[in-house]
């Protein structure tokens, strides 16, 4: 597999539309603008519309299949382009009679069916898009009938990378000024500023709903949003940006605040309140409220999890009044417009509206199937929905601004084991409402690992729409891993560990935590007392501290809520608030790992001793004393009889921490102490051969290279060296590291 600049697969005509898209991002994308594969179909081998003409006779048609199968690995190859027609037969590139390209990739996946309906297709398939912009209102779904095997894979390719975009979007140009109707509920000084434009014209009847989120139920974004020149635009809010304080808070259905900059009207439809209104800068709330402006009360439609508290955070979303900034917008449902106050002059620019309600692409028990290098954009919710998948990769793509996730993989139907061995390798994840990857799959009732791999990604700006509990990269379920990920400038969480025998090993993670507090870069929790095995090593994580004022609860790596059984080793924390907390767990182990210039370097709290309904329920989910279970995790066979609750068998040892103002902080009701005999005594936590100073005791600190001096302690007692270099994306031919 090679790049060749000069060597240009397609000459074909791309669509107006597209070619200012084309142009920008060729300027801005990695490597190279066109990339070339080695295999070719030979010259002369033509499909039509039936794979080949109707008349052959089906030896004849297994007899040419054969004949292919000894070209190019056997592998037909159709093509795609803005200027084909799915007539046609996408045997050529360009038009030759009925046998030029397809219009659309479903054209492409029809045409592999009808192939392999008539025995034709016996090396699998290659679909070459052309550069363009590629409409997709409704979800392309394959399923398990365009599936390809081990030695027979199906491809879709993007010719130019990311040049071929699969388009949630619609384009908006039928922009006017507003009328009487929408000036009488705005500023008098904002109206001749403000543009409109119909969007029934335009062929959308669904406005959507914003996403919800409450700590008692969440409902995905199927939501309008606006791109005006490859930048979101903010929903219609108040106070423009940041947040309102709660003035006081009455119970778990409202609170008082003084409402009096905000144009908001009592009676308003549609407005939410989002924000953390308990206080609780983790429990993010977004969903309907009503508000009664003149009392100065926000109510919501039923009751939350904690009650509002003075002080907590939270803005108004979704209010025309307060339609008062350039790049803001509002869709009006009544009348199916979408009202802006653009920044800027709209004659040229680009505009885009979120149509597909989503996902842009559905594969749903498909496997041995790539999608490379491609853009997924501008769909209101997820962009790609792996179900049941296997050995599906997505490699080279681009999943941008769309309302949802970028990539979701997840089991249906109680089948646990059933989305195994897919691989998510070399994408950019950007600007997503939700999370980056998310990934639920393997049997945590027998162990069986679903061995799903997050690889190589560079993920930025998640969470957009729902800021926390919404990380990077999310690990569900048994044997999944996440390695050598870039992840930055996420308001919440990078990476979130939740089941059995997850690894995340050898990410780089920056800017996390930007807006939530009492959260981590890397976050375990341990609230199901079933959940062990899991590993975080090798990680770089660095400048993830409070941005909240009067908050310090961030820490680099984070085991929440008794999570047990992790391994935690070869990590560097640079720059946090505390390097890594144990809250309450059993049986973890953190060793050699550096925390640098963070201002606790660990911290061990014992947690609540009230949770034991919580533990024996989790534990009667799975066979814990028997099985996997006991072979894998013995020390948990005899929990319920042990001290259950008590932070038994934690052993810190063999790290070091440079500058830490602290260098350990232990916060105890029950009298839990470290000690530096290690043993599974209820009252003490292992802490053996630890080392803290300020410099002087590796090769190159501020390089970040964490080998050891000779002679110095790290060097006697043994420490291996960790880089913080060997941490992160590694270039290749889609990506490279999203910090140089």
Known sequence: MFRSNAFTLYDLNVPNVAKSRLRKRNNAREGASTYYRAQTRPAGLKCDGMGFKNTIHRKVLIALSLLITGFAHGQIRIYVSPAGNDSWSGANSTATGSDGPKATIAGARDEIRKLKSHGA???????????????????????????????????????????????????VRNWRDIDSSVASRV??????????????????????????????????????????????????????????????GIDKLSFTADLGSSNVRTGDPDVWMCGFPSGFDWAYIQEPATIDREAGKVSFPKEQSYINKAGGRFYLKNSLSDLTQPGQYFVDKSTGQVVYFPASDLSSAECYVSANLGPIAKLIDVSNVTFEGFTFEHGRNDAVMLQRTSAVTLRGNSFTQCGGCGVVVQELGGSPGSAHDNLMQSNKLEELGESGIAITAGNRLTLEPANNIVQNNVIIKTGVNIPCVRPGIYLSGVGNRAVHNDISDCPGIGIQIFGNNNIADGNHIWNACMDTDDAGAIYLSGTDASQRGNVVKNNFVEDTYARIPGHTGIWGIYLDGRASGVTVTGNIVKNSNTGLIVNGGRDNLVKNNVMVDCKTAFQIDEASHSQWNSLVSSLKAVDWQHGAYARQYPTLVDILDDDPLSPKGNLITANVALRAEKPSLVRSLYGVHLSSTPSRNKDEIGWTNNIFGASGLFVDEAGGDFKPLPGTEPEKDGFKPVRTSDAGVKADEFIKPGKS
Request: glycine share 10%; proline share 8%; hydrophobic share 40%.
């Open 121 to 171: 297709l016996t090396g699998g398939a290659v679909v070459e898009v052309a550069p363009g912009s590629y409409p997709q209102l409704t979800t392309l779904t394959l399923t398990k009938v365009d599936s390809g095997s081990p030695q027979e894979p199906i491809i879709y390719r993007s010719a130019t990378l990311k040049a071929a975009i699969i388009e949630g979007g619609i384009s």
């Open 187 to 248: 500023d008098p000084s904002i109206a001749p500023h403000l543009k409109c434009a119909d969007l029934k014209s335009l062929g959308i009847s669904d406005f959507g709903d914003l996403p919800m989120a409450t700590w008692s139920g969440n409902r995905p974004s199927t939501a309008i949003e606006l791109f005006v020149n490859g930048t979101r635009q903010t929903v219609a809010r108040w106070p423009a940006t940041g947040y309102a304080h709660v003035g006081m």
